[in-house]
Each structure stands twice: as C-alpha cells, then as structure tokens.
Nanobody, 121 residues
Framework: QVQLVESGGGLMQAGGSLRLSCAAS????????MGWYRQVPGSQRELVAT???????NYADSVKGRFTISRENAKNTVYLQMNSLKPEDTAVYYC???????????????WGQGTQVTVSS
C-alpha cells in the first residue's frame, strides 16, 4: 500500500506565498509522474502542475509564472511553491503519484487526502 501525505496548506493574504509538500511512503519501487490538482466545492478537480521523474514540468495556464513544482526523488516527495497567490487559488489541493510497487507491476496512481489553501483578498 502507498500513502501520500500533504502538508503546508493554510490561510494567506493575496500576494503572499505558500509551499506545499507531499511525501509518498509504503511499498514503492519507483515513482513516475507526480502532480498537484485542486478542487473547489461544486467543481471538478483540475490540474495545477505535473512533473515527471526526469524533471519535465507542465502547468495550468492559470498558475504559469506564479507556481513552481519540484521533487526530490530520493525522498519520494513533491513540492508546490505558490507565489503571488490570488483569491481564486482558494481550493483543496491534492497531490498524486504514479507508483510502481515492484519491477513487475504497472504504474498505479495514488492520491493524498488533500490540504486546504485559502487566499483572502
């Protein structure tokens, strides 16, 4: 079993910064892509950013230039540095990881429990 635990959410004023962390643990052989999504009540979960095991990144247009995704492969951890926060960034942020549990297994996506980010105007 694989667990993803997020931390770093909270309340911040517009224009401020927050850094989210997500650590994966458990039965892990390797991790391919990792990513961050967010969701507001009544809406679908949306992509924020992804990063491959080699470091290639992808961002939603709404966060380009403000958010930076990074990872530490040795720690099975992914980060999301969020700068110039806006009230519309308010959401529950979820991390995910595409995990292989053995050399023989396919990659399976696991999700964290989510962390609340609230940006006040």
């Amino acid at each position: 079993q694989v667990q993803l635990v997020e931390s770093g959410g909270g309340l911040m004023q517009a224009g401020g910064s927050l850094r989210l962390s997500c650590a994966a643990s458990g039965s892990i052989f390797s991790i391919n892509a990792m990513g961050w999504y967010r969701q507001v009540p009544g809406s679908q979960r949306e992509l924020v950013a992804t990063i491959t095991s080699s470091g290639s990144t992808n961002y939603a247009d709404s966060v380009k230039g403000r958010f930076t995704i990074s990872r530490e492969n040795a720690k099975n951890t992914v980060y999301l540095q969020m700068n110039s926060l806006k009230p519309e960034d308010t959401a529950v942020y979820y991390c995910n990881a595409d995990v292989r549990r053995s050399i023989h297994s396919a990659s399976v996506r696991s999700w964290g429990q989510g962390t609340q980010v609230t940006v006040s105007s």
